[in-house]
């Protein structure tokens, strides 16, 4: 049963819009969420996240909105950059703090036309 | 400041082999958390560690299995290999587990190839 889906595999931008990308989650547990950038052969680093007290955080060019009703997430990247073409993994967890560990998606696979 | 380092980089077993990766992580770090990555299945919490002591594990079979000395650093293990045990494992690193913020610093990965 996955808890944290990320329906699109792939998303194509032009360079210089804007790139959303979408997080559904299940678990009405989970109370703190957490996007991770991933390049090949390299560790996921992380972006930004959101506490469920909140319905958006912004960091530069990233925001992140969070509809906890509609148990979904949206990472906003304004403009889009070659250097943001990466896969993207959304991750929560629940208010038991890190004892259960991250759950991720599958991710989406963002990829920056020039 | 030196980030979470793993060995080996890559490694090619057979099945029925078992196998040892490593974590050292970021200093000053003490939680250290597995995870493996494969295309089908996206990233699965393995197991974590705090103080010597295995906090959580994952949805993984015995055959997995981990822990972490004094100096933080961790190791993971798998026994009995099998094909489908071929993936990325990340070891992750956080100050200190149970926080709502904490935030997981990722290592490179070891690439595990099981022929």
């Known amino acids: 049963d996955q808890q944290v889906k990320q329906n699109s595999p792939s998303l194509s931008v032009q360079e210089g819009r804007i790139s959303i990308l979408n997080c559904d989650y299940t678990?009405?547990?989970?109370?703190?969420f957490l996007w991770y950038k991933k390049y090949p052969a390299e560790g996921p680093t992380f972006l930004i996240s959101?506490?469920?007290?909140?319905d958006k955080n912004e960091d530069g060019r990233f925001t992140v909105f969070l509809n906890k009703s509609a148990k979904h997430l949206s990472l906003h990247i304004v403009p889009s950059q070659p250097g943001d073409s990466a896969v993207y993994f959304c991750?929560?967890?629940?208010?038991?703090?890190?004892?259960?560990?991250?759950?991720f998606g599958k991710g989406t696979h963002l990829i920056i036309q020039p | 400041k030196a980030g979470v380092t793993q060995t080996p980089r890559y490694l090619i077993k057979t099945r029925g082999q078992q196998v040892t990766l490593s974590c050292s992580p970021i200093?000053?770090?003490?939680?250290v958390s597995w995870y493996q990555q494969t295309p089908g299945q996206g990233l699965q919490f393995l197991f974590e560690?705090?103080?010597?002591?295995?906090?959580n594990k994952g949805n993984f079979p015995g055959r997995f299995s981990g822990r972490q000395f004094s100096n933080s650093r961790s190791e993971m293990n798998v026994s009995t290999l099998e094909l489908g045990d071929s993936a990325l494992y990340l070891c992750?690193?956080?100050?200190?587990?149970?926080?709502?913020?904490?935030?997981?610093?990722f290592g490179s990965g070891t690439q595990l190839s099981v022929l």
């Open positions: 678990n009405s547990m989970f109370d703190y």
């Open positions: 959101i506490s469920s007290i909140k």
């Open positions: 560690y705090f103080s010597e002591t295995q906090r």
């Open positions: 200093s000053g770090h003490r939680s």
């Open positions: 992750a690193s956080s100050l200190a587990p149970g926080q709502m913020n904490e935030k997981l610093f």
């Open positions: 991750a929560a967890r629940g208010s038991g703090g890190g004892a259960d560990g991250l759950t």
